[in-house]
């Protein structure tokens, strides 16, 4: 069994999509760690609402094509299209950041995620459930790479949200 990191993200319909995809986690691989809800300006385009952004850990003894085959068949089914633009409004996005501290290539998806290093919406929850945890190329400690990204035009505060009945952003405003 590995560790799997993935990535989770809305700017459409958010609460709802953000959801389902929690949802479909759990009940396909059981027992989920789960970060802050984090709200953030969309990253590399102009015309969209803001973000719901966290991450989840799962274990897991897929391999990474079947993973990916599953986060893009839950992304499909909640309404995002095969052909939309990168940088465009999404109802779900689903990334795998790291399987089992996996490198290189494998099954056509480049691990661990370059996001992690770059986008504060990615690295601050991953950070935050995995501190202590070393990037698999890097070998920093997720804490320390948090705090020396530069996140000046990255702002992201948590957002208040219930799921499941459990507050996964208690100190976030209402």
């Not at 803001?50 to 897929?62: E, K, T």
């Not at 409004?89 to 795998?96: E, G, K, N, Q, V």
């Not at 099954?107 to 690295?123: C, K, M, Q, T, Y």
Request: a negative charge; aromatic letters at 10%.
């Amino acid at each position: 069994m590995s560790l799997v990191s993935v990535s989770i993200g809305s700017n459409i319909d958010r609460e709802r999509h953000v959801r389902a995809g929690l949802d479909a986690l759990a009940d396909t691989f059981g027992e989920l760690r789960v970060s802050q809800v984090y709200e953030s300006q969309p990253v590399g385009f102009e015309d969209g609402r803001n973000f719901y952004n966290l991450v989840a850990l799962f274990a897991c003894d897929w391999t990474v094509g079947e993973l990916q085959a599953w986060c893009k068949r839950l992304e499909f089914a909640n309404g995002r299209l095969p052909d939309s633009p990168k940088f465009s409004p999404r109802t779900l996005d689903i990334d795998l950041l790291d399987v089992g501290g996996l490198t290189g290539e494998h099954d056509g998806v480049s691990l661990p995620r370059d996001e992690i290093l770059h986008h504060a919406f990615v690295l601050k929850p991953l950070a935050e459930l995995l501190p202590e945890s070393r990037h698999p190329v890097k070998g920093e400690r997720y804490q320390d790479l948090w705090q020396q990204l530069d996140c000046d035009d990255q702002p992201l505060w948590p957002a208040s949200f219930i799921w499941r009945g459990v507050d996964l952003s208690p100190g976030a405003r209402a």
